[in-house]
């Protein structure tokens, strides 16, 4: 069975840094494109980063510079290192993964309906 399970979430003040976590069973992260996503109250729910099978990373330009993702492959977790926090990144952030083969930048785009497998979420709150 495919799942994945979010944590790390929390609230921090602007300027400070949450480290999320999303560690996958049933599966390797090395053969699926990997997607974390947000959704703010009242909003859409965006994509902020993705990387594909092959290892490439594309981030949402609001998070670009501040927004890294990693990878421990012996945990099968990838993560999500979120600095220099402002209060709009306040939301739920998902993880999600799919079978695709598409590079990251068009998975990116592609958004939400590529997605599959869902995490069930984690809150990251950041006030000012």
């Known amino acids: 069975q495919l799942q994945l399970v979010e944590s790390g979430g929390g609230s921090v003040q602007a300027g400070g840094s949450l480290r999320l976590s999303c560690t996958a069973s049933g599966y390797t992260y090395s053969s699926y494109c990997m997607g974390w996503f947000r959704q703010a109250p009242g909003k859409e729910r965006e994509g902020v980063a993705t990387?594909?099978?092959?290892?490439?990373?594309s981030y949402a330009d609001s998070v670009k510079g501040r927004f890294t993702i990693s990878t421990d492959n012996a945990k099968n977790t990838r993560y999500l290192q979120m600095n220099s926090l402002k209060p709009e990144d306040t939301a739920m952030y998902y993880c999600?993964?799919?079978?695709?083969?598409?590079?990251?930048?068009?998975?990116?785009?592609?958004?939400?309906?590529?997605?599959?497998?869902w995490g069930q979420g984690t809150q990251g709150t950041v006030s000012s």
């Open positions: 990387i594909d099978s092959d290892g490439r990373i």
């Open positions: 999600a993964a799919d079978v695709s083969t598409l590079p990251s930048q068009e998975a990116l785009v592609a958004g939400t309906g590529l997605f599959g497998m």
